[in-house]
């Protein structure tokens, strides 16, 4: 099969790779396993990490979960808080078709879900955002046990449990030791859980982990989910940040050098529209130089991205020439992913193109 360029290119035998190494990690653990959609947003993946453990997936939005269940993926947790009354009746609706759990981080927001729901004598799994440190959503730490003393009593929502996102930050500023910042991530959960008990509340599931910390957060004693995403291709900011290793990344945008105006600089066809800019050069804790590792120069730099092009430093007796194609591991792959339409799976040499069925799902 003919690709052109940009195109992202996904070796399949190294993504499952990943797919068998997280599935032994929460097997390891005892823990169960729900990888988040957003970084391949491809149900046929889904399926996979179902294949080797995970019990479900998680998404960010209604709309992803609804591209999921459309295609046979039965158990879903969205986790987002979900406040809006469009959204609430799409929960509501899709979870006479699978098992759904959503996201709440405010009593506004299960006031919300409880009221619709009951219009409709429908029920619906909660589970309650906690805020560890990364000041996104999440209701803050030392109020989360008054919140879920709510949450409880608040029919017709079913509470089972609490979640939080961390990232690899502690103390509320990103970290490089990913394995102190998972232990610390489950550490705070058991003991608001506990807490929780104590005080009668009923806490099913304890569920933590982003892709640096899932490995480490998973050997605390009563965590019950970790939902990491990345893993399955991995990218440059995980490997910097020791998540993996360069070669464990898994896709690759494939570009074409389009011209080589001054010796020290070349032009490739992938720009802001192909590469995601969110994880950028120079910022703490990574460091990255540039917007992407190149595998066939790993010294040249992605300096600058325009919306079409992508400006590469390189040494001057380097060989690239005009039509040469070269490959780059992005800093970010999740967003990076949300540019395209389809992907190519790699297997064995042979290019299989795959939608991006979940792509821009963004309500």
């Known amino acids: 099969m003919i690709v052109d360029t940009p195109s992202l290119i996904i070796d399949e035998k190294i993504m499952q790779k990943n797919i068998e190494k997280m599935a032994g990690i929460s097997r390891k653990y005892g823990v169960q396993l729900r990888p988040h959609i957003k970084t391949h947003k491809i149900p046929e993946i889904a399926?996979?990490?179902?294949s080797a453990g995970a019990i479900g997936v998680t998404t960010a939005k209604v709309s992803e979960a609804e591209v999921m269940a459309d295609h046979g993926i039965d158990d879903i947790f969205v986790a987002y808080p979900i406040v809006t009354e469009s959204k609430i009746e799409s929960v509501l609706r899709l979870s006479e078709k699978v098992n759904v759990i959503v996201g709440v981080d405010s009593l506004e927001g299960a006031m919300r879900l409880s009221e619709t729901a009951r219009r409709q004598y429908k029920k619906i799994q909660v589970r309650l955002e906690v805020d560890t440190g990364f000041k996104r959503t999440g209701v803050p730490y030392e109020d989360a046990v008054r919140?879920?003393?709510?949450?409880?009593?608040?029919?017709?929502?079913?509470?089972?449990?609490?979640?939080?996102?961390?990232?690899f930050?502690?103390?509320?500023r990103p970290t490089l030791d990913i394995e102190k910042a998972g232990m610390e991530e489950g550490q705070l959960m058991v003991k608001l859980a506990e807490r929780m008990r104590k005080e009668g509340i009923q806490v099913r599931d304890i569920s933590v982990g982003s892709t640096p910390t899932a490995p480490y957060a998973a050997q605390v004693k009563g965590?019950?989910?970790?939902?990491?995403?990345?893993?399955?291709?991995?990218?440059?900011?995980?490997?910097?940040?020791?998540?993996?290793?360069?070669?464990?990344?898994?896709a690759s945008v494939r570009v074409t050098v389009i011209s080589r105006p001054y010796e020290d600089l070349m032009i490739v066809d992938g720009g802001s529209k192909t590469f995601a800019t969110d994880v950028g050069p120079n910022s703490e804790p990574l460091n990255l130089q540039g917007y992407g590792h190149i595998i066939e120069a790993p010294h040249a730099i992605i300096e600058r991205l325009s919306e079409e092009h992508g400006m590469v430093k390189i040494n001057p007796k380097d060989p690239f020439k005009v039509g040469d194609i070269i490959h780059v591991l992005p800093n970010h792959i999740c967003s990076t992913v949300n540019l395209h339409n389809r992907v190519y799976l790699n297997e064995s040499g042979n290019l299989i193109e795959k939608t991006v069925y979940a792509r821009g799902c963004l309500t």
């Open 47 to 50: 399926k996979k990490q179902i």
């Open 147 to 167: 919140l879920a003393f709510q949450l409880q009593g608040m029919e017709p929502l079913q509470f089972n449990g609490i979640y939080t996102f961390r990232g």
């Open 169 to 172: 930050s502690m103390n509320g």
């Open 223 to 250: 965590i019950t989910e970790v939902r990491p995403g990345t893993y399955v291709f991995y990218d440059r900011m995980q490997a910097a940040l020791g998540s993996c290793s360069l070669k464990e990344c898994s």
